[in-house]
């Protein structure tokens, strides 16, 4: 099983979406059902502002136009092309996202650096599949002991891709009681599994959403059990995150 993930992971990292013009090249990686969504749009670079990019679940998807409008004119916020997933997923998308936007064959390639990378992973590894599907009585996808070793792997790479850019680690969001395929008190857990990683890189900044986000959860949730947030609460933390932004930003 090993050996064919291995080559799986070769594959996605070879793949390329090839167009001649790099908004083509982008909608190529972006699932079609989404590419209405704001937080996917294809963002026009502004060479006189610093870049961030966006890495993360459904939660960052959420909060992505918000951060937008607020940092607009002070950077180029762009964020992944799809859903961050699990932990162990992170490498190869990002890969392929660099390999397909950096293509120097495209009318109007990503030549710019990064200048700040916020990423968060953990909701999708605290999940429980059972016959893919969500289900408490199944497997969880990532133990805490590969999420943190996981962790360290994201770290190196971003370092190694984007050496001059600054790190911003998002805590994972709560999960409330009765949550679909999830158990109330993991966010935590993997937070404080999260944590003890980020102790050995001081340089990383840590914005702790989930301790931003609990004492509101049930006034944002979209219901009661749901780990998504209504228009409120993805607005207060679109809100949060572009001002953790902008303050890293302001470190250059």
């Known amino acids: 099983m090993k050996s064919v ?8 990292l070879t793949t390329a979406v090839f167009a001649d013009s790099a908004r083509d090249a982008w909608e190529g990686l972006v699932k079609p059902n989404k590419r209405d969504d704001p937080a996917y749009a294809y963002v026009e670079n502004d060479p006189s502002l610093p870049n961030v990019l966006i890495y993360g679940d459904s939660i960052s998807i959420h909060y ?20 961050g997933g699990e932990s162990g997923s992170v490498v190869g998308k990002v890969s392929q996202m660099q390999k397909t936007m950096r293509d120097d064959r495209l009318d109007d390639p990503w030549t710019f650096k990064w200048d700040v990378i916020q990423f968060n992973v953990g909701l999708h590894d ?19 002991e590969q999420y943190a070793k996981n962790l360290r792997v994201i770290i190196g790479y971003l370092k190694h ?15 409330p009681e009765n949550s679909t395929g999830r ?29 931003f986000t609990l004492p509101h959860q049930q ?34």
Not at 240 to 247: C, D, F, K, L, T
């Open 64 to 83: 992505t136009p918000t951060v937008r409008e607020l940092l607009q004119g002070k950077a180029n916020v762009y964020r992944l092309y799809c859903n």
């Open 219 to 252: 006034e944002w949730w979209q219901k009661p059990g749901n780990v998504h947030y209504a228009p409120v609460g993805r607005q207060a933390q679109g809100k949060e995150v572009a001002g953790v932004i902008e303050n890293v930003l302001a470190q250059e």
């Open 161 to 175: 891709v984007a050496p001059e850019a600054k790190l911003i680690f998002v805590t994972t969001t709560p999960v």
């Open 5 to 12: 993930c291995l080559v799986l992971s070769c594959l996605v």
């Open 183 to 211: 158990k109330h008190g993991d966010a935590a857990r993997y937070n404080e599994v999260a944590l003890e990683v980020m102790k050995d890189y001081p340089e990383i900044t840590v914005n702790d959403l989930y301790a």
């Open 126 to 144: 605290l999940k429980y599949m059972k016959n893919n599907k969500l289900d408490v009585s199944g497997e969880q996808v990532t133990s805490l």
